[in-house]
């Protein structure tokens, strides 16, 4: 585990946040459980035993893991061995490159291939690419069935996680309607380090 505090965060967290409020106003603290508190019961096991814990711990961890049956398999720690660090952090964590700073935000070649940068399966086109402005390679369109799109509801919104069809690598999310003059109106918007640009248009990568 890569962080082995997280439960016992997110219980401080909770119970701190609770005990804090029932300091400020323990009027309400009883009001939402009369019955237990009246019957003696431990305050702290009540509050264990709640449904906000994995609420909240939906707001720390990442999201649910991805059961997907993906050609490509491999253990986290076989990923870690052949991914850098901040390969493994976004494409395995589900983590985002900081904007503007990517190999290929402003990459515009006019002929290629994107892979991915994990299983090398090719994802997208130089001629899908547009000039978005976000600060992240963005992609009006992929190959044919190459990216996978996933409800992700971590931040408390709901978007749309883009993920590689053949490893489950996180590429970024997708977004829609936002009125680029593109043929789909949409755009892939991508991490770099998810992605290795090839050359030549080999169709099935390396
Ligand atoms: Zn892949």
């Not at 990442?62 to 991914?83: C, F, G, H, I, N």
């Not at 069935?145 to 490893?167: F, K, N, P, Q, Y």
């Not at 829609?176 to 991508?190: A, L, M, S």
Request: aromatic share 10%; charged share 20%; glycine share 8%.
């Amino acid at each position: 585990m890569r962080f082995p505090t997280l439960p016992n965060l997110i219980r401080t967290f909770t119970l701190t946040n609770i005990t804090t409020a029932t300091f400020r106003n323990p009027a309400a603290a009883l009001h939402r459980a009369p019955l237990a508190l009246t019957r003696g019961t431990n305050p702290t096991t009540l509050f264990r035993s709640m449904p906000t814990i994995p609420f909240l711990a939906s707001f720390f961890s990442s999201q649910p893991k991805d059961m997907t049956d993906y050609p490509v398999r491999k253990s986290e720690d076989e990923w870690q061995a052949v991914l850098s660090p901040e390969q493994f952090r976004v494409i395995r964590e589900k983590g985002t490159e900081a904007p503007y700073t990517g190999e290929y935000d402003k990459h515009m070649p006019s002929a290629g291939t994107y892979e991915c940068a994990a299983c090398h399966a090719p994802l997208y086109r130089a001629t899908h690419k547009f000039k978005s402005g976000c600060g992240w390679p963005a992609y009006f369109d992929s190959l044919p069935g190459a990216v996978t799109r996933h409800t992700d509801s971590t931040l408390g919104m709901a978007r749309t996680e883009i993920t590689c069809s053949r490893c489950g690598g996180h590429l970024g999310h997708v977004f829609k309607g936002e009125g680029y003059p593109t043929p789909t109106d949409e755009r892939h918007c991508v991490n770099s380090v998810s992605l290795k640009f090839a050359k030549e248009e080999d169709g099935e990568g390396k």
